[in-house]
């Protein structure tokens, strides 16, 4: 899944929180700070959207997020960490 996460409050205090909080959710592999209407931008795998269903209620918000845009991922078509850097 990838989501787009927005915090209850975004106070420091809040936002610190939440970072501890996300490094110890197994199934969030990528959870990034942005500048947008969004506080997080998200990547969690799960098995299927029931499971994705619990992990939204009993987890995510249950930490600090108060909404969410979520979008499920069909198919990988590329994935890669490299960059053309020389």
């Known amino acids: 899944?990838?989501?787009?996460?927005?915090?209850?409050?975004?106070t420091p205090r809040v936002y610190d929180a939440f970072k501890k909080c996300v490094q110890r959710i197994p199934q969030v592999f990528?959870?990034?700070?942005?500048?947008?209407?969004?506080?997080?931008?998200?990547?969690?795998?799960?098995?299927?959207m029931v499971a994705y269903r619990e992990f939204?209620?009993?987890?995510?918000?249950?930490?600090?997020?108060?909404?969410?845009h979520t979008n499920?991922?069909?198919?990988?078509v590329k994935n890669t960490t490299k960059l053309p850097i020389k």
């Open 56 to 68: 939204l209620l009993k987890t995510l918000l249950q930490k600090g997020v108060s909404d969410t």
């Open 30 to 48: 990528v959870c990034q700070p942005v500048a947008c209407v969004f506080d997080y931008l998200g990547k969690a795998r799960v098995k299927d």
């Open 1 to 10: 899944m990838f989501s787009e996460w927005g915090l209850t409050h975004t």
């Open 72 to 76: 499920a991922v069909m198919e990988e």
